[in-house]
């Protein structure tokens, strides 16, 4: 497994050292993404590796990682009765994506990073603050207010800068929060699935893609049981 260099973790030290230089940086509650246990692979192939977690006093466990940071919250309302679990999907699985920063063909002079939260069946709730950085040069944080929805299976989130702000090395980080709906618990650890994590971008470079759509950098994924068969 491939370790992160010493120069690679003082890069993105640097960056949140720096953040409240900058004009736009995540929310207050926004944690600084930590080191984990893996290293970039530009080459495409996915290295797997785990997060560190923390269970908090509302009932929530955060999970960790260099790109993301999930927070998976307790239902809320009533739990089904045995009828109505009976009916239910016996599992929904949420993945987070972190995709890479990239010059948009979607909207022209932009660069833009994107993350997205998609579930196999609808949530309680969902919410997702992105934050896109310039490692170098001149390291910045531009963060994204934060969207929210209820009942859906699915949230988005991007920040786009001018193309002035480039030609640089970018990454992009993802804040998420899922709470299942009433009668599903969390399965286990979270999963992950990187690909690297910071790329050369500039306007028109070879990582803008049709409809703003970017490879994914990095997934976090979850899943939920229904409370009568977890085990």
């Known amino acids: 497994m491939l370790k992160s260099s010493p120069i690679r973790a003082a890069v993105i030290a640097g960056v949140f050292a720096l953040c409240g230089s900058v004009a736009a940086v995540a929310p207050a509650n926004a944690?600084?993404?930590?080191?984990?246990?893996a290293g970039t692979t530009d080459s495409g192939t996915a290295s797997s590796y785990q997060s560190a977690d923390v269970s908090q006093r509302d009932g929530s466990t955060v999970f960790t990682t260099e790109e993301t940071q999930l927070t998976v919250l307790p239902p809320v309302g009533p739990k089904p009765s045995d009828a109505q679990l009976?009916?239910?999907a016996p599992s929904i699985g949420c993945d987070l994506n972190v995709q890479w920063v990239h010059g948009s063909t979607h909207v022209t002079g932009t660069i833009n990073g994107v993350a997205v939260v998609t579930c196999t069946g609808p949530a309680g709730s969902l919410k997702l603050h992105y934050s896109l950085i310039r490692v170098s040069p001149n390291p910045t944080q531009w963060g994204a207010g934060d969207v929210s929805n209820t009942g859906k299976s699915s949230i988005q989130n991007n920040r786009a800068v001018p193309c002035n702000q480039g030609p640089g090395d970018s990454r992009g980080w993802a804040q998420g929060e899922i709470t299942?709906?009433?009668?599903?618990?969390?399965?286990g650890q979270p999963t992950y699935a990187k690909y690297g994590?910071?790329?050369?971008?500039?306007?028109g470079g070879n990582f803008a893609a049709a409809n703003d759509q970017a490879p994914v950098s990095e997934t976090a994924s979850v899943t939920f049981v229904r409370s009568d068969l977890a085990g």
């Open 86 to 88: 009976a009916t239910m």
């Open 31 to 37: 944690s600084t993404p930590i080191a984990a246990d």
């Open 180 to 187: 299942p709906p009433p009668g599903y618990v969390l399965s």
């Open 197 to 203: 994590d910071i790329k050369p971008v500039l306007c």
